[in-house]
């Protein structure tokens, strides 16, 4: 009995200092802001062409050009594993876009709110498989956007060239936007992006642009293999005349 009583007390004392030591343990991150050491070894560079000068910034702080201009880049960033991939999916929102620069809103394709992706797969052993970046409707990878072509990874690491005014990206300076498009020039380098988890920037959104899918509302925040960048059942119907454009484009 005197044994047993003192194996009692022994396990009351361990386990009472089992759970002081537990309420001093930091618990765990999860969720995206678990994978954030992750994404910052394969944070994309971004080249920017000379232009507008915005920098993807955190839209609960800035969502006007003004502040966006010369800002610390801001990076959301949201993981998605599939059977033995990973894809790390960085997102930039920034206050407004345009593609043409004509100076007149309904010729420039104008919309305030803009987000971009670049997202980098990954075998689950650390392997890297390549990368893309988003373009207006589609994904800049080996192949232009507008072919909308599936399982289509450029080689990573590699920089990611961003056109002035779409923000529109890919893996090649030229014909980013469409087919025949020049570069204007690089703008200075950024420093490097603060990384924030995805899935807790979404609460409390703000409604933005109908111009500008949030990322956590387009498919491709669920199915990273998608061609498209826009919500579920997207068709990126418009990007035939892209593609037409460059069969016609005879310099491009």
């Not at 959301?76 to 790390?88: A, D, E, K, L, P």
């Not at 990878?141 to 923000?167: E, F, K, M, N």
Request: charged share 20%.
């Amino acid at each position: 009995m005197e044994y047993a009583g003192i194996c009692l007390v022994v396990a009351l004392l361990l386990a009472g200092a089992g759970a002081a030591l537990a309420s001093h343990i930091t618990p765990a991150p999860a969720g995206d802001r678990a994978w954030l050491a992750l994404a910052a070894q394969h944070a994309p560079a971004f080249v920017a062409e000379r232009g507008d000068g915005e920098s993807p910034v955190d839209f609960r702080r800035c969502r006007v050009p003004a502040c966006a201009r010369g800002a610390r880049p801001v990076l959301y960033v949201h993981v998605v594993t599939r059977g033995t991939y990973r894809y790390v999916e960085y997102w930039e929102y920034l206050p407004d876009s345009r593609t043409a620069h004509t100076g007149v809103p309904a010729f420039d394709g104008y919309h305030r709110d803009d987000w971009e992706g670049v997202i980098v797969k990954l075998r689950t052993d650390g392997t890297v498989v390549g990368a893309r970046a988003s373009a207006h409707l589609g994904w800049n990878g080996r192949h232009p956007w507008w072919d909308l072509r599936a399982g289509d990874w450029a080689p990573y690491p590699a920089p990611v060239y961003r056109a002035s005014g779409s923000h529109a990206g890919g893996f090649r300076p030229a014909g980013i936007d469409l087919a025949g498009d020049r570069w204007s020039g690089t703008a200075s380098p950024p420093p490097p992006p603060l990384l924030l988890a995805a899935d807790r920037a979404r609460t409390g959104a703000p409604v933005f642009d109908p111009g500008a899918t949030a990322p956590w509302r387009k498919q491709v925040w669920s199915d990273p293999e998608v061609v498209t960048t826009g919500p579920p059942g997207s068709q990126a119907r418009y990007a035939r005349y892209a593609r037409w454009w460059a069969d016609v484009c005879v310099v491009c």
